[in-house]
């Protein structure tokens, strides 16, 4: 199983290539892995910037929380590029989203899996009413049919974070085709009162809800 953090922060539009430059500096310049990171992806999606991490181990047991020894070195190049998200930051912990909702299925998962990046602006104190909209329909027979491997939901401040798991066959013959299944609609209009894109004079359809990938780095060893 890998464990999964989701950092979110203000990104200057158009500044992807600099910040994962930075990241590729220090991945390929130290060890990650021996902090217990085996995996990250940058994504950007409008003025957000989002950071996965995977770990193999749940950083709350292994202690193990930093993702990079030159943490202080990365934060100091990114820092004109990368600027806190939440009104209430105070430190760099306040940058990580809070996990309000895991799902997978029973079994192993397969070896060949997508992971899509699902952004929006969640009303305040909504994560139990979105748990449940999710949880009802992935008691169903949707998460088979859509072939998702695992399901994780995030909020920080009005940020709804959305991490999608599938088996990559599954992901690519289904995307954009959503729409066709109307599970798949109930549970879009069960979540309209409660989830909202993050830029709705921008959004015309789902694939507008999902951040972009613009660097991506997992351990060899």
Same mark, same amino acid.
Request: aromatic fraction near 10%; glycine fraction near 10%.
């Given at each position: 199983? *890998?464990?999964?953090?989701?950092? *979110?922060?203000?990104?200057?539009?158009?500044?992807?290539?600099?910040?994962?430059?930075?990241?590729? !500096?220090?991945?390929?310049?130290?060890?990650? %892995?021996?902090?217990?990171?085996?995996? =990250?992806?940058?994504?950007? !999606? !409008?003025?957000?910037?989002?950071?996965?991490?995977?770990?193999?181990?749940?950083?709350?047991?292994?202690?193990?929380?930093?993702?990079?020894?030159?943490?202080?070195?990365? @934060?100091?190049?990114?820092?004109?590029? *990368?600027?806190?998200?939440?009104?209430?930051?105070?430190?760099?912990?306040?940058?990580? /989203?809070?996990?309000?909702?895991?799902?997978?299925?029973?079994?192993?998962?397969?070896?060949?899996?997508?992971?899509?990046?699902?952004?929006?602006?969640?009303?305040?104190? @909504?994560?139990?009413?979105? /748990?449940?909209?999710?949880?009802?329909?992935?008691?169903?027979?949707?998460? @088979?049919?859509?072939?998702?491997?695992? =399901?994780?939901?995030?909020?920080?401040?009005?940020?709804?974070?959305?991490?999608?798991?599938?088996?990559?066959?599954?992901?690519?013959?289904?995307?954009? =085709?959503?729409?066709?299944?109307?599970?798949?609609?109930?549970?879009?209009?069960?979540?309209?009162?409660?989830?909202?894109?993050?830029?709705? +004079?921008?959004?015309?359809?789902?694939?507008?809800?999902?951040?972009?990938?613009?660097?991506?780095? %997992? /351990?060899? +060893?």
């Amino acid at each position: 199983m *890998v464990f999964r953090n989701v950092i *979110v922060c203000h990104m200057v539009p158009g500044s992807e290539q600099i910040v994962g430059g930075v990241f590729g !500096h220090y991945d390929q310049a130290t060890r990650p %892995q021996d902090l217990g990171v085996i995996g =990250r992806y940058l994504l950007s !999606h !409008h003025d957000l910037y989002i950071h996965v991490i995977e770990r193999e181990q749940d950083p709350r047991i292994s202690g193990q929380t930093r993702g990079l020894p030159a943490f202080q070195k990365i @934060a100091e190049e990114i820092g004109p590029y *990368v600027t806190p998200y939440p009104r209430y930051w105070k430190n760099p912990s306040d940058s990580v /989203a809070k996990e309000f909702y895991h799902w997978a299925p029973e079994g192993e998962p397969p070896a060949d899996t997508t992971l899509t990046v699902i952004v929006g602006r969640i009303k305040p104190g @909504a994560e139990p009413d979105v /748990a449940r909209v999710f949880g009802e329909s992935d008691a169903g027979s949707l998460p @088979a049919d859509l072939g998702v491997t695992g =399901r994780w939901l995030y909020s920080i401040d009005d940020v709804y974070v959305h991490l999608l798991e599938q088996e990559s066959s599954a992901a690519e013959a289904t995307r954009d =085709r959503h729409g066709d299944k109307p599970a798949f609609g109930k549970v879009m209009q069960d979540l309209g009162p409660y989830i909202e894109p993050y830029r709705p +004079d921008r959004w015309q359809g789902p694939q507008d809800s999902v951040a972009g990938v613009f660097y991506r780095w %997992q /351990a060899q +060893d």
